[in-house]
């Protein structure tokens, strides 16, 4: 327990808050998923399910660790995220024949036509960020964020 004279000082309170990379960074996240979730609403999508539809957008079935790896999930929070996905029939998920522990996962035609659905509005959004970050200020973003992970 802390006594009063082990206690922090408000002012580093305030540092941490200031300088603090990881809250700006997960302020900054919450901040983009809101406005890509507020904009896929017409198509029925949030923008983790249009970034993991659009994952599965591949000539051949991906496997659940390629998936996970590229999406920076751990292999439960990806299977919860492809359950609602199933449900709504966007989403198929087979035995690999060539092992069968491991999962296949492959767009329907309705994961399809939801992805088709949401990429103009992916890409309207997306341009306006680019703009509001200004010439290279996107491409700096990304290059700095890939440094980090």
Known sequence: MLSNADSIPFSTTLHVRDTC?????????????RRFDNAMKPVGLTNGQFSLLMS?????????????????????TLTAAL??????????????????RGRLLKLTDAGMAALTAALP???????????????????GLRLQLTAIG
């Open 83 to 100: 359950k609602v996905l199933e449900r709504r029939g966007l989403v198929e998920n087979s035995t690999d024949p060539s092992d069968r």
């Open 21 to 33: 990379l990881c809250l700006h960074v997960q302020r900054a996240a919450r901040a983009l998923a």
């Open 121 to 139: 509005i992916w890409t309207r959004v997306h341009a306006e960020l680019q703009e509001a970050l200004g010439e290279g200020g996107a491409e």
């Open 56 to 76: 599965l957008n591949r000539p051949k079935p991906a496997t659940m660790t390629s998936v996970a790896h590229l999406l920076a999930m751990d292999r439960t």
